[in-house]
C-alpha cells in the first residue's frame, strides 16, 4: 500500500491543513511531536489504547496445562511445569501510573496422609521473595481430595519507579472435595499499599506450600491467567 502523502492538522487558527510527507515517520503514523493540535495527539494516543483493548485488554498469560505435582515439600515453592517455574514476567518499565495486574489461580489439593495438614497458596508480584498480594489461604484438609482453592486478586498502580506504589487486594474462596475443610481468609484481603521495583523485571508466579512434608500431601495448579490492562 503507498504510503499517505498528507495528513490532516489544523493550523493556529483551527482551520484545516495538511502535515507534508517530510514529517510522516517511515511506517506511515504520523510523527506526535511534528501534530500541533492537542486534539490530534489525544486522538492518537486514545486510538492506540483501544487498539490494544480490542486486542485482548493488554498482556495476558494463561497456563497451557495442570502443573507438576507440589508435594513433600513444606517450604514455599512456585508451581512448575516439566519442571520449570511457572510465571509470566512483566517487563521493564512497561507498567504505567493506572496499569492493573489481575490474577487468578486454581489449585487442586488433597491430603491423604490421613494426618491434619495445612495448605497455603499465595500469589506473588517479583518471584518467589516478592510482594505477596493479598489471599495467602491456610486449609485444614484432614484428610481431603479433589478440593479446590480460588483465589483471584488485583493491583493498581499508583506510581513507578525503583519504589513504585502499587495498591492490591484478593479474595479466595473453596469449592467442591471431601473431609474436613477450613477456610481461613488472609488478614490482608482489603486494600493495602506497598511498593515494588517497576525498573526491572517483574515475575508474576504462584507459590504453595504444606504445613509438613508428606509424599501423600499433593497440590495441583490447573489454572493460572495474567492480564496487564492499560491505563484507561
Excluded at 511457572?86 to 494426618?115: C, D, E, H, M, Q
Amino acid at each position: 500500500m503507498p504510503q499517505p502523502t498528507y495528513y490532516p492538522d489544523h493550523d493556529t487558527n483551527d482551520a484545516n491543513s495538511t502535515v507534508t510527507d517530510a514529517t510522516i515517520q517511515q511506517n506511515g503514523w504520523p510523527e506526535l511531536a511534528q501534530v500541533p493540535n492537542v486534539s490530534w495527539n489525544w486522538l492518537f494516543r486514545t486510538v492506540g489504547l483501544w487498539i490494544r483493548y480490542l486486542a485482548g485488554g493488554g498482556s495476558n498469560y494463561v497456563l497451557s496445562d495442570d502443573s507438576d505435582n507440589l508435594t513433600s515439600t513444606a517450604a514455599e515453592t512456585i508451581f512448575k511445569l516439566s519442571t520449570a517455574d511457572i510465571k509470566y514476567t512483566i517487563p521493564a518499565g512497561t507498567l504505567a501510573v493506572g496499569s492493573r495486574i489481575r490474577v487468578r489461580s486454581v489449585v487442586r489439593f488433597a491430603n491423604a496422609s490421613g494426618a491434619s495438614s495445612s495448605f497455603n497458596s499465595r500469589i506473588r508480584i517479583g518471584g518467589l521473595t516478592g510482594l505477596q498480594i493479598p489471599a495467602t489461604n491456610a486449609v485444614d484438609a484432614a484428610p481431603s481430595t479433589g478440593n479446590w482453592l480460588i483465589t483471584d486478586a488485583e493491583a493498581i498502580v499508583h506510581s513507578t519507579g525503583a519504589a513504585a506504589n502499587i495498591r492490591f487486594s484478593g479474595y479466595a474462596s473453596i469449592a467442591g472435595g471431601g473431609g474436613t475443610v477450613v477456610y481461613t481468609p488472609s488478614t490482608t484481603t482489603t486494600p493495602a499499599y506497598d511498593n515494588v521495583d517497576t525498573t526491572g523485571n517483574l515475575d508474576i508466579v504462584a507459590t504453595g506450600d504444606w504445613s509438613h512434608s508428606d509424599p501423600l500431601d499433593v497440590a495441583v495448579l490447573t489454572q493460572f491467567e495474567v492480564r496487564v490492562l492499560p491505563p484507561v
